[in-house]
């Protein structure tokens, strides 16, 4: 049974930095687009970044650019979330995930998520 498994969410002021880690097991990694979502309360899912299968190519939602950082380590079935400059509005539950599609931008796409870490940005 496929298993993604996050870590390194948790409590963080303002303007501070985290690391999201997401291993993949029983996954032919290589294989997969990689991402990660995410969920405040009171709101819907919404897509925040993801890498293709060699790591060529990366995408992020708009309001993350420029302080979000996809990356992925094939040989450890690993891929990361690193986050700095981060905002009270960051607050929310990641989700990795894996897709068997080239590009992964919706949740229709995704053939795998992970149980979620909570990041919870304090102003």
């Known amino acids: 049974q496929v298993q993604l498994v996050e870590s390194g969410g948790g409590p963080v002021q303002a303007g501070g930095s985290l690391r999201l880690s997401c291993e993949a097991s029983?996954?032919?990694?290589?294989?997969?687009?990689m991402g990660w979502f995410r969920q405040a309360p009171g709101k819907e899912r919404e897509f925040v970044s993801s890498?293709?299968?060699?790591?060529?190519?990366?995408y992020y939602v708009d309001s993350v650019k420029g302080r979000f950082t996809i990356s992925r380590d094939n040989a450890k079935n690993t891929v990361y979330l690193q986050m700095s400059s981060l905002k009270p509005e960051d607050t929310a539950v990641y989700y990795c995930?894996?897709?068997?599609?080239?590009?992964?931008?919706?949740?229709?796409?995704?053939?795998?998520w992970g149980q979620g870490t909570q990041v919870t940005v304090s102003s």
């Open positions: 029983k996954l032919t990694f290589n294989l997969y687009s």
């Open positions: 995930v894996a897709s068997s599609r080239a590009v992964v931008t919706t949740s229709t796409s995704i053939n795998y």
């Open positions: 890498i293709s299968r060699s790591g060529g190519s990366t």
